[in-house]
């Protein structure tokens, strides 16, 4: 994590809740047990600590409220991948070739098998595959390269018979490709 940015976010921080008072040391000793968060999602701990907790107490560990922050973040983020997985199954199927806005989905969905095995899941599995995928999608959110694509029957069929004419446009999911759905 960049210094600069640490620093900004404990200014965020004291400047919402004004009773607390951190000694220089302790930012510091903070600062290494927070090191390995990347920049983005210490300040989006930090920006929904402002936002939502109501009050922080003398004795609250402010290196573990963070990271807890940090926790709930992915998993909620990982239960609306898992949404968006199925709204693109339901729409689309395993014959199309889809695009999520969020690429960590892509990498998630390899991991539990791949999008045509996905697709092909009973009701009575989706409960398992749900939380196979959530710990999936936490594993792999915050890497940078996941792969540009989940290849459908359409796409996988045409290409190897040579008719990559017949090859439909990937569609779509939630928007611009962007990395992650919530970033600020």
């Not at 965020?12 to 040391?25: D, M, N, T, V």
């Not at 909620?76 to 806005?101: K, N, P, R």
Request: glycine fraction near 6%.
């Amino acid at each position: 994590m960049n210094k600069c940015i640490y620093q900004n976010g404990i200014s965020l921080l004291l400047a919402s809740f004004r009773h607390l008072q951190i000694k220089e040391e302790t930012m510091d000793l903070w600062f290494q047990l927070l090191d390995d968060m990347s920049d983005n999602d210490f300040m989006a701990s930090i920006k929904n600590i402002c936002r939502n907790t109501a009050e922080i107490y003398p004795t609250t560990n402010i290196v573990a409220l963070i990271r807890e922050q940090f926790k709930m973040d992915n998993e909620d983020m990982a239960i609306l991948a898992w949404q968006s997985v199925l709204g693109a199954i339901e729409t689309y199927g395993s014959y199309e070739t889809v695009i999520f806005q969020d690429r960590a989905i892509h990498s998630a969905v390899d991991l539990v098998g791949g999008w045509i095995e996905l697709c092909s899941i009973t009701t009575e599995e989706e409960q398992w595959k749900k939380k196979e995928f959530i710990q999936a999608y936490k594993a792999v959110v915050n890497r940078d390269d996941h792969p540009e694509k989940m290849v459908g029957r359409l796409e996988i069929d045409n290409a190897s018979k040579g008719l990559t004419e017949y090859i439909p446009k990937p569609k779509q999911i939630g928007g611009n490709n962007q990395k992650r759905i919530g970033n600020e």
